[in-house]
């Protein structure tokens, strides 16, 4: 009740007493709602409310936000239904408003986020479900089928009619006339329970190394307070043993802990890994879990019956009242980006948690992000190094294939040199890999008599022909085409060729050379779920599989024990981002992690990368395994350019349907930014892929210094440009990963 009369206005002109409700809609502001008698309202309670037209979901905040007008108690409506779930803890408040003022997104649509469960809110379904009964005399008619499903219930498991008619092989009549007849009987199915991790169920061995990091990361832990450790360690050195350490003692000590992985490392591998460790399959998190579960682990976190979550991005909005860790694996991933709605970086803002939580934080990597280490050199993070591979196997030699001088034949992807090492690795019965970041057959399609090349209708972008499928599509929004016979410019029959690979392509090239080998294709758009992707991974681990060949999916997260060969088909293909100030660290980054997939258990292992730019400091860098001469180049580069952690960035993108609007729309949001001797905007510039969905692009670029606040250079440029009319939306990106 204290909590009830902090948060309640008690204004004698009202009605009744008042809170501030927050809607998850692009709003920014809190609206007050009259609390009817009799209802106990508290701060993070959801609350169903009238809301214009309609009744929907808000969540009772603390403390007004946003504008407030003064109340007219002749509009003021009552909030309806105090939701039966557990309320949003005070800190998820405390963290939706950082990073609404963070991001400058509507705090209502950071709120969103943290309700991303809808079933969480619906009235709870008891399900119900058939037992046997014990004692209970046969029925007087048998039939086959009776027995089937009795033989099935005689293990007085309790299960849904359709489970066990679909055990039985039965329809689920036969198991109503079960029930009719006495020997089965009608249940409630009891809701599952969470499984508890168990922070003493095995232990590891840990190495001297290993050892030192351990401790680090438990006096982190028992120190009870924020920190922020970088864990740095090649692929192999046992990060993920060593934080494992680092969960079970927050564990113990009755804290929540969340371990965010990008989405595509959450192999089965992961959770097996963290069984074996913890006795029980941790409780995972990610896009693909039905609606259902969500609302059940949503729930799960919110009262304390989950411990630990093993998640994706997302993660870190879900309502825990006891958090005490929060783990970052591969924390140099891009895919903590998100770049709609709210465009937050996770990683950045899972620092931010633990700040605001009081415990801290750990990012790990085997190449931390520039951000990261220059963090850690400062000594604003801690830093613990683990120098070696668990099993002592050293990194691989990498080679580059210089491909002006030592390139494939004409019509071919593979260089002489990358065929004979995959030769000879096929006759030693050893797997390989090809490694290409491009899906599909081909990039472009151009028309030999022409010179037509296919382009999507709606977007800067060639159409990219995927043969599998027959078709032709966009990348960049869904349009696609089934692969024409002829030109669609001058019609010319068969006319058309593929220009360029990808890794359809390079698969076609793999069949011809290899005719006997057993090939694995890994990209995204062939292997739709998560599933099928660890059932594939299962292959390789079994030595199903000679050669595999993928796009980035199989450059993270996966143990490929027996990979002894790595070749990337196209080195380059990540350095020629002009604009944008990550793509030599994000090539580094992925060829280091993708050639040093080979090796890992018992031999060196070799790797290739094909390229036309042998002499790139960055190029020369990973052939070189140095680290060290990377990091020296890069950040001389950012502190010399401003760039991110020497300055900060925000991109403001401006798009319409109407191409004039669009670059009018630039030119005078532009010309409304306010001075400032600090910092700089570049721009309008078109967009380097200029329409996307039909609608034309636009870019401004600002950047300022690291001392200056640039959210509130922002937020007073915003409030200086008209209210935009038409169809044009602006969109501003807070610390941009994506330049396009
Ligand atoms: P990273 O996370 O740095 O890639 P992992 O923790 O995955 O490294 O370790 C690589 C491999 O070595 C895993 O199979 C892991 O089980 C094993 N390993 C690492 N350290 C130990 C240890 N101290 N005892 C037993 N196995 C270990
Ligand atoms: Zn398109």
Redesign the pocket.
């Known amino acids: 009740m204290e909590s009830l009369l902090e948060i309640m206005g008690n204004n004698p002109a009202l009605p009744g007493p008042t809170v501030p409700v927050l809607m998850p809609v692009a709003l920014g502001q809190t609206y007050d709602y009259l609390v009817p008698p009799g209802f106990e309202i508290a701060p993070g309670d959801f609350v169903l409310v009238p809301f214009g037209p309609q009744s929907r979901i808000g969540i009772v905040w603390d403390t007004p936000q946003g504008e407030q007008k003064p109340l007219d108690p002749k509009k003021l409506k009552a909030l309806t239904t105090r939701i039966d779930v557990p309320p949003l803890p005070i800190m998820s408040l405390r963290f939706a408003e950082w990073v609404a003022k963070y991001t400058l997104a509507p705090l209502g649509m950071v709120a969103r986020m943290m309700m991303s469960a809808d079933s969480a809110f619906d009235p709870p379904k008891p399900r119900f479900g058939v037992r046997l009964v014990d004692d209970a005399p046969p029925p007087s008619k048998m039939t086959p089928a009776r027995t089937r499903a009795l033989q099935f219930a005689a293990d007085g498991q309790i299960r849904s009619k359709s489970e066990l008619a679909q055990l039985a092989a039965c329809s689920t009549g036969v198991i109503d006339g079960l029930v009719l007849a006495g020997s089965l009987v009608d249940v409630a199915i009891p809701e599952r329970q969470f499984p508890r991790p168990n922070p003493t169920h095995a232990q590891?061995?840990?190495?001297d190394d290993?050892a030192h990091a351990v401790s680090g990361l438990i006096s982190a832990v028992d120190a009870d307070n924020f920190s922020v450790t970088l864990l740095d360690?090649v692929?192999?050195?046992?990060?993920?043993?060593v934080y494992f350490e680092a969960v079970a003692r927050t564990l113990a000590a009755g804290h929540q802990a969340l371990i965010m992985l990008p989405e595509i490392a959450l192999t089965s591998q992961f959770l097996d890994?963290f069984e074996r460790r913890f006795g029980a399959k941790p409780v995972e998190w990610h896009s693909a879990l039905a609606a259902a579960e969500r609302g059940r682990i949503w729930k799960g976190v919110a009262t304390g019956d989950v411990r630990c979550i093993v998640g994706a991005r997302s993660a870190l909005f879900l309502p825990y009242p006891q958090l005490g860790l929060i783990i970052v694996d591969e924390e140099h991933d891009q895919g903590y980006k998100q770049d709609d709605r709210v465009h937050y970086q996770g990683r950045d803002m899972c620092v931010v948690r633990g700040n605001l939580g009081k415990f801290p934080v750990v990012l790990a990597s085997?190449t931390p992000s520039i951000e990261s280490h220059v963090n850690a050199l400062h000594g604003r993070y801690r830093h613990l190094v683990?120098p070696g591979r668990?099993?002592g196997v050293d990194m691989p030699d990498v080679a580059a294939i210089d491909m002006k001088r030592e390139g494939p034949e004409p019509g071919k992807w593979l260089a002489p040199r990358l065929v004979s090492a995959m030769t000879d690795a096929y006759a030693k019965g050893q797997q390989s890999l090809l490694f290409l970041n491009r899906r599909g057959y081909a990039p472009l399609t151009l028309c030999r008599s022409c010179g037509h090349r296919i382009e999507c209708p709606q977007c800067t972008a060639w159409l990219v022909e995927h043969r599998f499928k027959k078709r032709l599509d966009c990348h960049h929004c869904g349009f696609s085409l089934s692969l024409p016979e002829k030109c669609p410019n001058c019609a010319a029959p068969g006319s058309l060729v593929a220009c360029g690979p990808g890794i359809e392509r390079v698969a076609e090239e793999v069949a011809e050379r290899f005719p006997y080998a057993r090939v694995a294709l890994l990209s995204s758009d062939l292997i739709p779920s998560l599933i099928d992707m660890r059932a594939m991974i299962h292959r390789i681990e079994a030595r199903d599989v000679d050669i595999i060949i993928g796009t980035q999916i199989v450059a993270k997260g996966h143990?490929f024990p027996d990979l002894a060969l790595v070749g990337v088909v196209d080195g380059d293909l990540g350095l020629a981002h002009g604009a944008d100030p990550r793509a030599g660290e994000r090539t580094f980054q992925l060829l280091h992690q993708v050639t040093g997939r080979a090796g890992r258990a018992h031999t060196v292992g070799r790797g290739f990368v094909q390229t036309h730019l042998p002499d790139h400091p960055v190029m020369a860098a990973i052939v070189a395994g140095d680290r060290q001469a990377f990091l020296n180049y890069e950040i001389k580069t950012r502190q010399k350019g401003l760039l991110p952690p020497y300055g900060r960035l925000a991109a403001v993108i401006v798009s319409a349907r109407d191409k004039e609007l669009a670059e009018r729309t630039a030119r005078d949001i532009a010309r409304r930014a306010p001075p400032s001797e600090k910092i700089t905007v570049l721009g309008p510039a078109e967009a380097p892929i200029a329409i996307v969905r039909g609608r034309y692009r636009w870019r401004l670029l600002v950047r300022a210094p690291r001392d200056q606040d640039l959210q509130s250079y922002l937020r007073a440029w915003e409030s200086d440009i008209p209210k935009l009319k038409g169809d044009i939306r602006v969109t501003l990106d807070i610390d941009p990963y994506n330049f396009f």
């Open positions: 590891t061995e840990f190495t290993q360690g692929t192999g050195s046992g990060k993920t043993e890994r085997a683990l668990f099993t143990n």
